[in-house]
């Protein structure tokens, strides 16, 4: 059974600009979660998805925003990046009725 | 506002002794924890979880234990391998049923263990 894919592995980017991140959860789950990883700071949570709904949302400004198609994958954009929007942006995914998350290996962006 | 926290940000421990890392939480909804375990440029993966209902779970060489009234949780590796140098992150949730506005998992700032040989 594949894991959780997350593309692209790097990117960087400069301020300004904007960005859109992948993500393909394992196969049957349906709830994908996105957490921002910065050192320090641990993971914070961004939001999550279950069948195409946001289903809870962190405390990150509107330039983060995310959607799930039907098939379960979810994209996350941020807009207007600031350096400070350098991080490890981790995609998790479940079955709905399972508290324990399956990660990807992130996708690293650098925003020069 | 960290409900979650690994006052540790780090920890040395000699090949074969036990390592203990520590995990403190303030939200008393919370009624499931896990540990993960992140190695660089790679996701965290599950290591090992724990209900409320329990005081005590183990596997293997892995032990993770709950003290409720503490607020306070512990995972406890013996003996320590070099495999186990990694950032240790602990998580826990509330309910499901009550999880609505909430993140499903909420996690602390991890440790990073350090097995020397």
């Known amino acids: 059974k594949a894991g959780v894919t997350q593309t692209p592995r790097y990117l960087i980017k400069t301020r300004g600009q904007q960005v859109t991140l992948s993500c393909s959860p394992i196969?049957?789950?349906?709830?994908v979660s996105w957490y921002q990883q910065t050192p320090g700071q641990g993971l914070q949570f961004l939001f999550e998805?279950?069948?195409?709904?946001?289903?809870n949302k962190g405390n990150f400004p509107g330039r983060f925003s995310g959607r799930q198609f039907s098939n379960s994958r979810s994209e996350m954009n941020v807009s207007t990046l600031e350096l400070g929007d350098s991080a490890l942006y981790l995609c998790?995914?479940?079955?709905?009725?399972?508290?324990?998350?399956?990660f990807g290996s992130g996708t690293q962006l650098s925003v020069l | 506002d960290q409900q979650v926290k690994q006052n540790s940000p780090s920890l040395s421990v000699q090949e074969g002794r036990i390592s203990i890392l520590n995990c403190d939480y303030t939200n008393s909804m919370f009624d499931y924890f896990l540990w993960y375990k992140k190695y660089p440029a790679e996701g965290p993966t599950f290591l090992i979880s724990i209900s409320s209902i329990k005081d005590k779970n183990e596997d293997g060489r892995f032990t993770v234990f709950l003290n409720k009234s503490a607020k306070h949780l512990s995972l406890h590796i013996v003996p320590s391998q070099p495999g186990d140098s990694a950032v240790y992150f602990c998580?826990?949730?509330?309910?499901?049923?009550?999880?609505?506005?909430?993140?499903?998992?909420?996690f602390g700032t991890g440790t990073r263990l350090t097995i020397i040989p």
């Open positions: 196969s049957g789950h349906r709830s």
């Open positions: 998790a995914s479940s079955r709905d009725n399972n508290e324990k998350l399956f």
């Open positions: 998805y279950f069948s195409e709904t946001q289903r």
């Open positions: 998580a826990a949730s509330v309910p499901l049923i009550s999880n609505f506005g909430n993140e499903k998992l909420t």
